[in-house]
């Protein structure tokens, strides 16, 4: 077991957890370190590996942009993230062609006024219920995604997953809990949506 993984048998994967010992040091001292969230999701990710060849992805933290380089260099991996504010960057392009969209959002509840930041605090700041940035996303969601694809979200209970689930259903998007975990003082959760 290397510097930066996390034990095999502990997390029950059958993949070990990708480097990661560069994240939250020097240069990247304001990217948000693999966290009990980041874990479930990828324990939810592995149940659906097969149908995840080929990631792209986004952040507005462009030092986060910078470190998810590192990350997939130190893992054998090539990406090119895109600085931008969720998927602007991307749109219209991508309308209707996403097979899967992964968003582990700033969930936690704060005040409002520390949702917006491009720093460190954009990995947590999640505003009232925790779902000032996730609710920017949700309505894009149905035309984002490929007639196939999944949309994966990780929730804590205060963001309301089950009401999620309900307002999504409006945008013909079916959803599911994947998997859930208490972490802590946070029940964490990974929603899986796909269209009906
Ligand atoms: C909880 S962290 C998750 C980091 C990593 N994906 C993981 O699972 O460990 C949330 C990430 O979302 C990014 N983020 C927050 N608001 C965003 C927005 N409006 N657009 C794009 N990325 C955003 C943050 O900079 C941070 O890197």
């Not at 392009?93 to 917006?116: A, C, H, K, M, W």
């Not at 804590?156 to 859930?180: A, D, F, R």
């Amino acid at each position: 077991m290397g510097e930066g993984r996390v034990s095999v048998g502990r997390c029950r994967r059958m993949f070990s957890t990708p480097l990661s010992s560069h994240v939250g040091h020097g240069e990247f001292t304001d990217v948000y370190d693999p966290a009990e969230d980041t874990f479930l999701l990828m324990d939810a990710l592995e149940k659906d590996v097969n149908e995840i060849k080929k990631l792209s992805c986004t952040d507005i933290n462009p030092l986060a942009a910078a470190c998810s380089v590192e990350s997939a260099k130190s893992n054998g991996v090539n990406i090119q993230p895109i600085i931008t504010d969720l998927v602007t960057g991307l749109l219209p392009r991508l309308q209707n062609q996403v097979d899967v969209l992964i968003f582990n959002p700033p969930y936690v509840v704060t005040p409002s006024e520390e949702v917006g930041s491009h720093g460190i605090e954009a990995s947590w700041a999640g505003g009232e219920r925790g779902r000032e940035v996730m609710d920017r996303l949700l309505p894009q969601v149905s035309s984002l995604l490929s007639s196939h694809g999944f949309f994966y979200l990780v929730t804590i209970q205060e963001n309301n997953p089950e009401e999620i689930m309900q307002s999504l259903k409006s945008s013909s998007l079916q959803g599911t809990v994947l998997i859930s975990r208490q972490a802590g003082r946070e029940h964490l959760s990974v929603l899986k949506f796909w269209k009906t």
